[in-house]
């Protein structure tokens, strides 16, 4: 049976509150074996918290998201050090956006720094998020100590020639569903040359919808009617991976297998740490 590690997604989403526990349950059903959950607002750290503690292949990230910097308090950091403190766990999602309008660039990268400061100083996953900003932030990478073990780029969606830069740096690369759609042919084709040892799949859900023909797993629309992707598509994901790659689907999830648990769990060993040792979260 295929294990599936879903390296980016939101289960706390507000998108997902009515069907969350059927949404679980399914991703226990299809053998998700973890799953990244990233907090992106001081106001929803506790409930990704509280989904770890009671589903223990969850993995809790905590970060402030680049489009949610203006309603933070005054403080925020020494909260999240104190989560970042308290138990196992990513610091994301964090990252830069020159897409979304009206944000304040510099208090970006200000905010992003911090975060990734933090993230260094523990050895600590990291989670980026970018949309038309892969120049500063190759350029902040470059110029800041990174966590050793490395950074996900999350979705990846920089240019082909950018992807040896950001490797040589420590970067994970992780492919959507979203790039399955056939508006994003150039995108995906992009993933045929990320390095195997730093390849990794995610959902983004409830965001990042796959293409209607390859949805698996359909849910509601959300209240303003945008469509809503369910996690256990992972599915779906690692298909279209593994066929943009031209593997069999038991290599691709093998490799996805190896690569996140050296991110995220810092075992080079391979996975038997992993599936072995569930996160242990304090209460």
Avoid at 62 to 76: E, K
Avoid at 185 to 201: N, Y
Avoid at 268 to 273: H, Q
């Amino acid at each position: 049976m295929i294990r599936y590690f879903d390296a980016h997604n939101h289960l706390q989403d507000d998108w997902l509150e009515t069907v969350r526990e059927p949404v679980i349950a399914s991703l226990e059903a299809i053998g998700v074996a973890r799953v990244v959950v990233n907090g992106t607002t001081e106001a929803d750290w506790e409930f990704v918290a509280e989904l770890a503690r009671r589903y223990p292949w969850i993995m809790p990230s905590y970060g402030l998201h680049p489009w949610f910097l203006a309603g933070r308090t005054p403080d925020w950091k020494e909260k999240l050090i104190a989560r970042l403190d308290l138990e196992p766990c990513g610091v994301g999602e964090i990252g830069l956006d020159r897409w979304m309008e009206g944000l304040d660039f510099e208090d970006q990268k200000s905010v992003f720094i911090e975060q990734l400061s933090l993230a260094a100083e523990r050895n600590l996953p990291v989670s980026i998020h970018c949309l038309k900003a892969w120049g500063p932030l190759l350029d902040i990478l470059r110029s800041r100590q990174l966590p050793a073990r490395g950074f996900l780029l999350h979705s990846y969606g920089g240019s082909r020639e950018m992807v040896p830069d950001f490797a040589k740096l420590g970067a994970y690369f992780s492919f959507s569903g979203y790039f399955l759609s056939e508006k994003n042919i150039a995108k995906r084709e992009i993933f045929r040359d990320v390095p195997a040892d730093r390849l990794l799949a995610e959902t983004d859900a409830p965001a990042m919808h796959l293409p209607p023909g390859l949805v698996r797993f359909p849910l509601p629309d959300s209240p303003e009617g945008k469509p809503v992707n369910h996690p256990s598509n992972i599915i779906s994901v690692y298909e279209g991976l593994a066929e943009i790659r031209g593997i069999p689907l038991p290599t691709l999830a093998a490799l996805v297998e190896a690569n996140f648990t050296r991110l995220f769990c810092g075992d080079e060993r391979g996975s038997e740490k992993l599936l072995t040792a569930p996160l242990t979260l304090k209460t």
